[in-house]
């Protein structure tokens, strides 16, 4: 077991290596076209998602199996997959149907919204686990990560549709 000891004067501290999983994601893209006067929520369309995860397993563990979630896509990275240098780069792609509407009151509803962007902020999250083996035993290790979203207004694209209040 690895520990490691800070001394001060009259304290101490004792750490020991843990596992850890870090998760990091930029902001998902999602294209919208005018709304008409009155509409406020809009079904956003297939986002994709960029992941950068640093999976660690303490004391020679080795990592077993990743899994991630965002709304109900899942995938699990195995072997070779996780032996890779960290960070993994993952890109999960979530279907519309998967996507509550979202409220975006007054925003792309005039041409002079075009081309201008909001960032819904921790619109979803991603969950991330990590299994680690050592010495035929096993640990998990857990993390969240909020995932933003930017929409951006266009005129003429048909990538999203308005849903009626």
């Known amino acids: 077991m690895l520990t490691h000891f800070i001394?001060?004067?009259?304290?101490?501290?004792?750490?020991?290596?843990?596992?850890?999983?870090?998760?990091?994601?930029?902001?998902?893209?999602a294209v919208v076209?005018?709304?008409q006067g009155g509409?406020?929520?809009?079904?956003?369309?297939?986002?994709?998602?960029?992941?950068?995860?640093?999976?660690?397993c303490a004391r020679s563990g080795q990592p077993e199996s990743l899994s991630i979630a965002i709304a109900d896509t899942q995938r699990t990275l195995r072997g070779e997959a996780l032996q890779s240098a960290t960070p993994i780069e993952v890109s999960m792609r979530?279907?519309?149907n998967q996507l509550a509407p979202f409220a975006l009151r007054e925003f792309c509803m005039d041409p002079a919204s075009e081309g201008r962007?909001?960032?819904?902020?921790?619109?979803?999250?991603?969950?991330?686990?990590?299994r680690c083996t050592r010495d035929e035993q096993q640990s998990i290790v857990f993390a969240a990560e909020p995932l933003d979203i930017r929409v951006d207004c266009l005129r003429s694209s048909a990538t999203a549709e308005p849903v009626r209040d």
């Open 117 to 130: 962007s909001m960032l819904l902020t921790a619109a979803l999250a991603a969950q991330a686990s990590l």
């Open 39 to 56: 509409r406020t929520l809009v079904n956003l369309p297939e986002l994709e998602f960029r992941l950068s995860v640093s999976p660690h």
């Open 7 to 29: 001394l001060l004067p009259g304290l101490y501290f004792v750490f020991t290596e843990l596992d850890r999983l870090r998760i990091h994601a930029e902001p998902a893209v």
């Open 94 to 96: 979530v279907s519309a």
């Open 33 to 35: 076209t005018m709304q």
